[in-house]
């Protein structure tokens, strides 16, 4: 059951999004917060029809988060792999030798925009009429992240070709319907907001037009009402139902080619915006299409989510990381007790070990997780590992992600380095052999 926010946060909440929608001059604004599977608090500033949950917006490039998942979906049936080349699946494209994994992730090199017209604002087709040339090859592969509206239009096509139907069809079997958002869909549907663009310098305002965009869909053609992207940020926040599994949404969440330790930056996973705000992470997408302007972004440390739906082409101010850091304040979330739990390996395994001189600490962590990092207050490496079946151990983040920590009496096996119980243990294998005079003063 959802729990209301307290009356006092619920007029912080409302005071921050009536400044947002008057001083970006947006002629509607609606906004929630998301906690406990659905909307803890919501409103509607300018002229918003009633209810305000149930009024449609367009999502813009939300829609590609959702494509995101579809080809995860994709993935994880076995029909495709991530390091796949796009020409295994969508043949006779320019971006051919690109994987479906760096399309996710942005990383492809490919144009930002479609050929043709600005295909935002103008009707599209099929991927055949958009002529592909060399000349949408912008960068080499995962050479940088450069955003590309182009290549979720090729992972949409991705996806109708495997499930032998629409991208439309497809995304609202498979995550949609699932999810509960039955006022999501491809064109408005029943109460829509009028896109708008507003004037620069006066307080006129002028309609945006609406289209469908073709094979480009699957960069930005969905519409949607506040309270299914209340239910999608509850997607987002660990609530997958039979839609993907969770470790599949988490391996989406990790940033490509980004440390996720340093302060202050933003990211983006497979179809997934990361952001660091405050020294919070926050995941999820903003989007954008000519009349609208839409953000859903959820802290999942904290369990809390908050989503906008505008009708202004651009200028909004930022609105969600305050309306997250409005609940953090009011009503911090009470964290589940601490209580004892049984270690994944024999506890005289954890404790300090010595990568060369320095000195490093395995822990166990809940869900049956080890870390191993440097003394409190030192500088070094630290990752998390999971166990795998056959007793070795496999590194989920930091430095050491996917390599294997192999665990002996005497030593740790990481990635050719060895740690001991003692600074360079001349007992233990480690590589280069040990100086036999020992150590000197």
Known sequence: MVEPVLPATARTLLARTARVQRDSRAPSLVAGVVRDGGLAW??????????????????GSISKTVTAVVVMRLRDEGRLGLDDLLEQHVP????????????LAHLAGATSESPGGWWERVPGGPLADLQLTGADVVLGAARRFHYSNL?????????????????EDAVRDEVLAPLG??????RPSGRAAQGSAVHPWADVVLPEPEHDAGVMAAAGQLWATLTDLAGFAAFLLGDT??????????EMTVPAGVDASVPGWSAYGLGLQVLRVDGHTLLGHGGS????????????????????????TS????LLPGLLADVRSAEPRIVEPWTPSVPPVPLEVLGVWFWGPAPHVLRAQPGGLLHLGP???????ASRFAARDDGTWVGLDGYYAGETLRIAPDHLDLATFVFTRTPYDPGAPVPGGVDERGWQG
């Open 151 to 167: 290549g979720f239009g090729l992972l949409g096509e991705l996806v109708a070709r495997h499930r032998g139907r629409s991208w």
């Open 315 to 318: 200028g909004l101010e930022p």
């Open 42 to 59: 919501s409103a509607g500033r300018g002229d918003v029809a009633e209810p305000h949950t149930d009024v449609q917006y367009r999502l």
């Open 375 to 381: 003394l409190p207050g030192r500088a070094g490496r």
């Open 241 to 250: 139902a039979d839609v993907l599994a969770p470790a599949t949404l988490e």
């Open 181 to 186: 958002m039955t006022r999501t869909t491809p």
């Open 92 to 103: 006779g494209t320019p971006l051919g030798d690109r994987t479906v994994g760096q399309l």
């Open 289 to 312: 299409m000519p009349g609208f302007l839409a953000g859903v972004f959820v802290d999942r440390a904290e369990q809390l989510g908050a989503v906008s739906l505008a009708n202004t």
